[in-house]
């Protein structure tokens, strides 16, 4: 169902009486498209705290080659802030930096407005310097282009000294709150790292337009070694993908991206859906698999289907049968636990005992806010999407010792589907607005985030829940 509050906005006279009476003002948000793959502008470089010269470099190589650009400069090209942006501050403590105020804004750098703006804040070591991020984004934040990004880099958590540690966790507080408030359907993310070449898949996702829905997040990546692939635009060129729930929905959205993205897609559903199954896996030039994921030889089946391998396995399976615990009969629980978690557990236990999923290879849950936040009459569903969250966190290790798997989720919000179509209207309304973005998210949304976890470059992202969300305001 059409969002006609996002389209009124749109004009004049709902731009107008939208202020007057205070209700939420969502911006149309720019999503990738092969007319417009990457976003337009200057991406603005900035820099609090002391960070190492090694991973300072580093990052300056990834942002060359990725990111927004200027009209008319190669893609990856990218505007670093002017001397005084990083100069050292004459009062500060040894240590410390701060960001020179005015003479950071976008008009100084381009004449255009910032697409993005990376701030390098992993050498904040203390609460001094937690006012460079203050100095470096305070000027330079309302010259944001509409759908443009803010990236924060910070250092992982692990610090012996708790002075850093309390000045990095204040990182999260200060990138969810500035989330909150930017608006024009630009977002704000965290991303802490070790390598920058290790989070260049991460970082190429975040600055495009594929990340329009996700905003809020706090993203860790780990040191272990890239592979960049031959071909950025078709990472997954010569790998097979497997999409369970694929015939419709956000499932179908997700194997149309896989397959934009190269990879060979074999598109799994149940026999009632078997028509729309064939039909989507004859589109995309891969495969249909017909069988009810929560069979108990449903792993060994698929496993048959695949003597090549499998790359990718995506759980996007899922059922609701929503009631209040007081009303709900034994019958819409188990049938919410036996496919959204029990098959997951199962399939995935017996793909990797196999050997059918490869080394190198990725698997992504989908759990949800409800799962994280809770939700009234999803007692059920609630349930099982929090139990994917312990399998991911648990699993996610193991597996990339073990079978040099890695394992993450991805936690939809409000998606605009069939489903939530159904919803009572001002429920409905109410799951679009209560997000900062104050709109319901698309199904493409979610299949752009899965394809980042998905991707051969994004080994070092690992055990993560991603929460594709628009920063919904439940559950942070």
Not at 228 to 249: F, H, Q, S
Not at 308 to 313: A, N, W
Request: overall charge neutral; charged content about 20%.
């Amino acid at each position: 169902m059409a969002d006609r509050c996002l389209s009124f906005t749109g004009t004049a006279p709902g731009r107008f009486l939208t202020r007057r009476l205070g209700l939420p003002q969502p911006a149309a948000l720019r999503r990738w498209s092969p007319e417009r793959p990457a976003l337009d502008g200057t991406l603005l470089r900035l820099v609090a705290g002391k960070p190492d010269p090694d991973l300072a470099a580093g990052l300056a190589d990834v942002l060359a080659r990725t990111g927004p650009h200027p009209s008319g400069a190669p893609s990856g090209a990218s505007a670093a802030a002017p001397s005084g942006t990083r100069a050292e501050s004459a009062g500060a403590p040894s240590g410390t930096s701060a960001a020179a105020p005015a003479d950071s804004s976008a008009d100084a750098l381009s004449g255009q407005p910032p697409a993005a703006v990376v701030l390098d804040a992993t050498g904040v070591r203390d609460i001094d310097a937690l006012g460079d991020v203050h100095a470096a984004l305070h000027p330079v934040v309302r010259s944001v282009a509409a759908s443009g990004r803010v990236i924060v880099l910070g250092a992982p958590l692990d610090a012996v000294d708790h002075h850093q540690a309390a000045a990095q966790q204040a990182l999260e507080g200060f990138t969810r709150s500035l989330g909150k408030e930017i608006g024009l359907g630009r977002t704000v993310n965290l991303v802490r790292l070790t390598d920058a070449s290790a989070a260049e898949s991460t970082l190429r996702f975040l600055l495009s337009p594929k990340s329009a829905y996700v905003s809020g997040q706090v993203i860790h990546v780990g040191a272990d070694a890239a592979t960049a692939p031959e071909d950025w635009d078709r990472p997954l060129a010569g790998r097979t993908a497997l999409v369970t729930g694929a015939a419709r929905g956000i499932g179908q959205a997700v194997a149309e991206t896989l397959a934009r993205d190269g990879a060979h897609v074999v598109v799994l559903d149940v026999p009632a859906a078997e028509k729309d199954a064939r039909a989507l896996a004859e589109r995309l030039g891969g495969t249909a698999l017909i069988l009810d994921i929560t069979a108990a030889d449903a792993g060994e089946r698929i496993a048959a289907a695949l003597p090549g391998g499998l790359d990718v396995l995506i759980h996007n399976a899922g059922v609701t049968r929503d009631r209040r615990l007081v009303n709900m009969p034994a019958e819409r629980w188990s049938p919410v636990m036996e496919v959204n978690l029990a098959s997951v557990l199962r399939t995935t236990d017996a793909l990797l005992a196999s050997g059918t999923l490869r080394p190198g290879g990725r698997i992504v849950a989908t759990a949800s806010i409800a799962g994280l936040a809770g939700n009234a009459g999803q007692t059920n569903y609630g349930a099982s999407k929090a139990g994917v969250v312990g399998l991911v966190r648990s699993l996610a290790p193991r597996a990339l010792e073990q079978h040099g798997v890695t394992v993450n989720a991805v936690a939809p919000g409000f998606i605009e589907t069939r489903m939530t179509a159904a919803i009572p209207l001002f429920i409905r309304e109410a799951g679009r607005r209560m997000n900062s973005l104050a709109q319901g998210g698309l199904p493409v949304d979610v299949a752009e985030t899965t394809a980042w976890l998905a991707h051969p470059a994004s080994g070092a992202v690992n055990g993560q829940v991603v929460r594709v969300c628009g920063q919904s305001l439940l559950g942070a």
